[in-house]
């Protein structure tokens, strides 16, 4: 499915393209940068998904506004012509819409399957880390005897092995930590479902 501009997208979903302009702004709309322009554009199915609106939106054909006696009788190959053209016309929005009912079923398996999460969970989980990590480092003024003890018995070397060992337990104490917090998400999100 084509990417659409936040214009193209504002009539997709029937509204003004500020408000998808804020939508946009405010991350509840993830842009893609288009390969030929280099600028914002918006994929319909994946926006919508990320809405949390999974309904097919197809533009319906309006009719002309053609002026009094501007039409002609329609020949055999005029008709002809117009039949093709609507039948390709027909085979591209049936195209465009299972590119769209695919895209969208496979969001939907993605986010069940546990690869797609939303960004509040994402967000949530880095300031989770971000507190274990602000907690250990927090911890290295403790190191100020340790160090002037290896400055005085073993110099730079003592030094340098005193903060490569700390550096290995900050990552393993860090790495422990995720690990917990994976597996208290993953249990919270088990005990939601047995709730349901």
């Known amino acids: ?59 319906e054909p309006r ?13 055999d190959e005029a008709a002809a012509a117009g039949a093709e053209s609507n039948s390709a016309a027909l085979t591209k929005a049936r195209t465009v819409t299972e590119e769209y009912r695919a895209k969208s079923a496979e969001l939907d398996y993605q986010q069940r399957v546990g690869r ?28 100020a005897d340790d160090l002037a003890t290896a400055v005085s018995r073993n110099g730079v070397s003592g030094v340098r092995k005193l903060l490569k060992d700390k550096a290995r337990s900050l990552r393993e104490s860090v790495a422990s930590s995720m690990r917990l917090m994976a597996t208290a998400e993953s249990d919270g999100a088990d005990d939601e479902e047995e709730k349901a």
């Open 63 to 75: 009719p002309l506004n053609v002026a009094k006696g501007a039409l002609r009788p329609a020949t």
């Open 116 to 143: 797609l999460v939303a960004i509040e969970d994402v967000e949530a989980s880095m300031a989770k880390c971000a507190e274990v990590m602000v907690r250990e480092i927090d911890q290295l003024p403790v190191l």
């Open 1 to 59: 499915m084509d990417l659409m501009t936040f214009t193209q997208y504002a009539a997709h979903r029937g509204c003004s393209q500020p408000a998808i302009s804020k939508l946009v702004k405010a991350g509840r709309i993830p842009t893609t940068l288009c390969p030929r322009t280099g600028k914002k554009r918006i994929d319909p199915a994946v926006a919508d998904h990320a809405l949390g609106e999974t309904k097919l939106r197809l533009d």
